[in-house]
């Protein structure tokens, strides 16, 4: 008789948080806006972006991949964002990290590459509404003003002693991604559901 394993669905690291970012939306009243955004795929990717593998990989994913520092380049169901002069991190929907990581890699040939999936290293939280900049202020140290930080500026930065990467969404008001080591996303939580009490 053969084993039978059974697997439990995956379950993000803010599920048993998501009626508390649901109240303090609410109590916001419009100020904000707090919500996960679950188990999106996460594939980091490193290569030589002078490299023949850099053009073919973009073509295969449908984007380029940023070559300027602290950008993301973004369809309507994936970004790619620029972690450092060779390294991208991939977002894309949930369940779709097979998919990316097999069209990197086929794409590549023969290139050197290193292709992980990181998707269950973080969640990502989104932070929105007219005062999600007020907000992210008071527990982060970069200059967050749109002339500094705007739509399709990523950073690998810390929020409240975690280290995180923030990325602008592309309008202002689509506000901001705050992608967190899932061990630390039960304390980001916490922190922004404090923060976000000055807002009520």
Do not use: I
Request: proline share 8%; net charge neutral.
């Amino acid at each position: 008789m053969a084993d039978t394993v059974l697997t439990a669905p995956p379950r993000s690291p803010l599920a048993h948080e998501r009626h508390r970012l649901a109240a303090a939306t609410r109590a916001s009243r419009g100020a904000l806006r707090l919500a996960e955004l679950p188990l999106l795929a996460q594939v980091d990717v490193r290569l030589d972006p002078k490299g023949a593998a850099a053009d073919a990989v973009g073509l295969a994913l449908g984007l380029p991949l940023p070559l300027e520092p602290d950008t993301v380049v973004r369809t309507a169901d994936l970004a790619a964002l620029w972690l450092g002069p060779d390294q991208w991190l991939l977002v894309g929907q949930p369940g779709t990290q097979r998919d990316l990581e097999s069209r990197v890699r086929a794409a590549a040939g023969q290139e050197p590459v290193s292709v992980t999936d990181v998707s269950a290293q973080r969640t990502t939280v989104l932070v929105a509404g007219p005062r999600a900049r007020d907000l992210l202020a008071h527990g982060c140290s970069l200059d967050l003003h749109p002339r500094a930080f705007g739509p399709g500026r990523c950073a690998q930065t810390t929020l409240a002693r975690t280290q995180v990467v923030l990325v602008a969404r592309d309008e202002p008001r689509a506000g901001f991604w705050v992608l967190v080591r899932s061990s630390f996303a039960g304390y980001l939580a916490d922190w922004l559901l404090d923060a976000a009490t000055e807002y009520r």
